[in-house]
């Protein structure tokens, strides 16, 4: 089975702290991604990242970063001195070779930055 | 700047009528993929399809829904008759390789009401 955990449902922070989002993964595949998507209030689905399997370097986007972890199956991202725009629904998602690209998504992160 | 346009964004109808929402995907892009989000469910896959082919709409409550490609720029997706239970945000998402892990972009959404 493929499953994506995403244990907080909602933090809320205040301007220029660092915050991480937790997400944890399930499957059975060799070969899968993993994903970030961020979802603003104005709704859209806004890829931030894919990483495949095989390649555990930690990713760094300017105050974005992602720490790929094989051994606890966690892909968990920092954001470093949150802004308020950052402020959105946080989405980790999976797809496993097996699932012929099936998104397997987690419930959600809802991020909150207070000024 | 390519993008996902999907149309209509919004839809109010009543229970009983047929909704048609279109989705245009990324040119040169053949996976196209219908997600569903809700509050109590989340993002689920109702159905994909690579080079127009559908590959899989278990997710889809065949009786009512519909999906279909009638050429490469265009994708549907149907309910007839909706109920107040399809009432969701409805997001197109295509992929450049077809290689099904792809990056999956995504539309703004259809958010759909049924009352």
């Known amino acids: ?115 | 700047d390519a993008r996902v346009t999907q149309t209509p964004r919004h839809k109010v109808t009543e229970m009983g009528q047929e909704v048609t929402m279109r989705c245009q995907p990324i040119l040169g892009h053949n996976t196209v993929f219908w997600y569903r989000q809700t509050m109590m469910q989340g993002l689920e896959l109702l159905a994909y399809f690579r080079n127009r082919a559908p590959l899989d709409d278990s997710g889809m409550p065949k009786d009512r829904f519909s999906a279909e490609m009638p050429d490469a720029t265009l994708a549907t997706l149907k309910i007839q008759p909706s109920e107040p239970r399809d009432s969701a945000v409805y997001f197109c998402a295509s992929g450049p390789r077809g290689a099904g892990t792809d990056t999956q972009y995504f539309g703004p959404g259809t958010r759909l009401t049924v009352l």
């Open chain 1, 1 to 115: 089975a493929q499953k994506v955990t995403q244990a907080q449902t909602e933090i809320s922070v205040v301007e220029k702290e660092d915050v991480t989002l937790d997400c944890v993964y399930e499957t059975r595949d060799t070969t899968y991604y993993l994903f970030w998507y961020k979802q603003p209030p104005s709704g859209e689905l806004v890829f931030l990242i894919r990483r495949n399997s095989f390649d555990e370097q930690n990713e760094i986007s300017g105050r974005y970063s992602w720490n790929f972890q094989k051994s606890t199956s966690s892909f968990n991202f920092t954001i470093t001195a949150s802004q308020v725009v950052d402020s959105a629904v946080y989405f980790c998602a999976l797809s496993g070779l097996s699932q012929g690209g099936k998104l397997i998504f987690g419930q959600g992160t809802e991020l909150s930055v207070k000024p």
